[in-house]
């Protein structure tokens, strides 16, 4: 089945998608068949013999389209999935899908009651840097795991375009957050027993900008996701994607969505704190010293070459029933679900009870 695509939204993420569409054409896997945008000025460099809308309803009379792929702002999901479903329409969302998981429900009502197929553009999935964690994690490269840390830092502060408004599902928690917590979830395969959050508004009045949760989950490790857009310093790779694992037999660390990072162990496991005091300058201290010569030991990681692209060779193969979507939507409802009880810890200042 070739895949006709109605684009309904087309600011930077429909852009982006537009780009990676025509990638696909030369394959004759998909095709851009419609946009739609009700801001006219967006419209002024769609291709052309590309059918052109300013309201959704519209585009989903289109006879020529069998797929709608949806890029508004995340307020307008629900309506939009409704539409697009009981119009018959397979459906690819972005991310948030919904701003509730009561509404995620509702959406799926009409996705199962009209026999569409449904998945959501979590793309991140295909990040270098959460491959590459997720095969030093997968593979027990550091032993038993016990923590795994995600982090993510810039300095510009402020949102932008829509982002600003808390009613249009704006705010990193609902941006950046569903990606980063998606990553989490999908790379430990363990039910989550309870959750800690301080969520913020740091420099913006009235959207998160800072996030910090805390996962305690069933089979030991815990999960810890920190997110700041207002993080000052000078220090090198201090703006960008950190990692983190700490395992019994070692740790892993990175830095960079092009990671460079290092698997870090000893050649030795002290059973003991040494008797002679070391001197640092911190005062004397025997547990936090540095280490004797040799005793640390560090090796590269292969770096996963993976790119977003590759969603879409999913996406592709699912639609014409050669495999499954690697997004479902229990997993979509999963971390949904997880954003509300984030939402409450935050509010709460305590720690609140998840899958159990």
């Known amino acids: 089945m070739k895949i006709k695509i109605g684009l309904l939204g087309y600011g930077f993420m429909g852009h982006n998608h537009a780009a990676r569409i025509k990638e696909l054409e030369c394959n004759g896997e998909m095709e851009l068949t419609a946009v739609c945008d009700r801001d006219e000025r967006q419209l002024s460099d769609v291709p052309d013999k590309v059918s052109l809308y300013h309201d959704m309803n519209d585009l989903f009379k289109d006879p020529d389209i069998n797929t709608v792929l949806i890029a508004i702002p995340n307020h307008l999901h629900k309506e939009a999935v409704i539409k697009a479903a009981q119009a018959k329409l397979h459906i690819l969302c972005e991310k948030p899908v919904a701003m509730t998981v009561k509404e995620f429900d509702e959406m799926m009502e009409a996705v199962d009651e009209n026999q569409v197929k449904f998945t959501v553009h979590q793309q991140r999935r295909w990040d270098k840097d959460f491959r590459t964690a997720k095969y030093v994690y997968?593979?027990?490269?550091?032993g038993e795991a016990y923590t795994v840390q995600s982090k993510l830092y810039g300095i510009n502060g402020n949102m932008h375009d829509w982002h600003i408004y808390p009613q249009y599902g704006g705010g990193m928690l609902f941006d950046w957050g569903v990606h980063l917590i998606d990553q989490m979830l999908w790379m430990i395969d363990s039910s989550v027993t309870s959750v800690f959050a301080d969520v913020r508004n740091v420099v913006n009045k009235e959207v998160d900008d800072y996030f910090k949760v805390m996962l305690c989950f069933e089979n030991g490790v815990t999960g810890e996701?920190?997110?700041?857009t207002y993080f000052l310093?000078?220090?090198?790779?201090?703006?960008?994607r950190h990692w983190f694992i700490g395992?019994?037999?070692?740790s892993y660390y990175s830095d960079g969505f092009d990671p460079k990072g290092k698997l870090c162990k000893t050649t030795k496991l002290l059973t003991n704190v040494p008797g002679q005091i070391t001197m640092t300058a911190a005062g004397p201290t025997?547990?936090?010293?540095?280490?004797?010569?040799g005793v640390l030991q560090t090796e590269d990681v292969p770096i996963q070459n993976t790119e977003h692209g590759m969603y879409f060779d999913n996406f592709v193969r699912a639609m014409n029933g050669n495999e499954d979507f690697i997004v479902t939507r229990s997993q979509v409802r999963r971390v949904l679900s997880l954003m509300e009880a984030i939402r409450q810890s935050a509010d709460l200042h305590q720690s609140v009870a998840f899958e159990k």
Do not use: A, C, M
Request: avoid cysteine.
């Open 233 to 240: 310093s000078d220090k090198e790779n201090w703006f960008e």
């Open 225 to 228: 996701i920190e997110l700041g």
């Open 247 to 250: 395992g019994k037999e070692g």
């Open 138 to 142: 997968d593979n027990r490269l550091t």
């Open 286 to 293: 025997r547990s936090f010293g540095p280490p004797e010569p």
